[in-house]
């Protein structure tokens, strides 16, 4: 068990739709990395945060968005969603410069 | 820039062979190196990481990898596989900015009774 939360771990809604994925980093973490994990892109890095900073971007859609709260929970939203955002989605934690520990992931179907 | 390039996303070895998964990175500042392994349906499990200290550097699971600077290489070896090591291996680098990490393409370790 590394420490870190998500929920759901199943989610499954259809086009068009928006959703909300929930990270709770491990304690005393400030960092918060979001990825996406397909079959056909593999290890996608989306976003970071940093105590409730955004500190750098990856290959995030205009479509997604992310944000973390003063309890250094994060959230991801996912909107006007394709058939091609199936995937898992895993967050991670960190301290500043450390390891990054992942969450046990957010599967989306979306059908 | 930085960038990790894994060699082979597939590797087969027997029960009680040698695994030998490749790892080379580019880095334009001293690294940070990790491998990590993901089982079916888990997140990624770190296995070890190196920090420029000692150049051998072991983890969980009688995993090793060493770092070598004149091969810009990290491969990771366990001198006997068991049933348990089939998974996911992903390398991955690192640097003192922002702690972003730059993954491999990942190798999917299976192991033949």
């Known amino acids: 068990d590394s420490g870190v939360t998500q929920t759901p771990k199943h989610l499954i809604t259809a086009t068009g739709q928006r959703v909300t994925l929930r990270c709770s980093p491990r304690s005393g973490d400030l960092s918060v990395y979001w990825y996406q994990q397909s079959l056909d892109q593999g290890l996608q890095f989306l976003i970071q945060y940093y105590n409730g900073e955004e500190r750098a971007k990856g290959n995030i859609l205009e479509r997604f968005s992310a944000q973390q709260f003063p309890d250094l929970h994060s959230e991801l939203n996912l909107s006007s969603l394709e058939l091609g955002d199936s995937a898992l989605y895993f967050c991670?934690?960190?301290?500043?410069?450390?390891?990054?520990?992942f969450g046990p992931g957010t599967r989306l179907t979306v059908l | 820039a930085q960038s990790v390039t894994q060699l082979g996303s597939h590797v087969s070895v027997s029960e009680g062979a040698l695994v030998l998964l490749r790892c080379n990175y580019s880095s334009s500042v001293p690294p940070y190196l990790f491998w990590y392994v993901q089982y079916p349906n888990q997140g990624l499990q770190l296995l070890l990481k190196y920090t420029s200290a000692a150049t051998l550097v072991k983890g969980i699971n009688g995993f090793e990898a060493e770092f070598k600077k004149s091969e810009t290489s990290f491969h990771l070896t366990k001198p006997s596989a068991h049933m348990s090591d089939a998974a996911e291996y992903f390398c991955a680098v690192s640097t003192n900015v922002r702690n972003q990490f730059y993954f491999g393409t990942g190798t999917s370790l299976t192991v033949i009774p």
């Open positions: 991670a934690s960190s301290e500043q410069t450390d390891t990054q520990y």
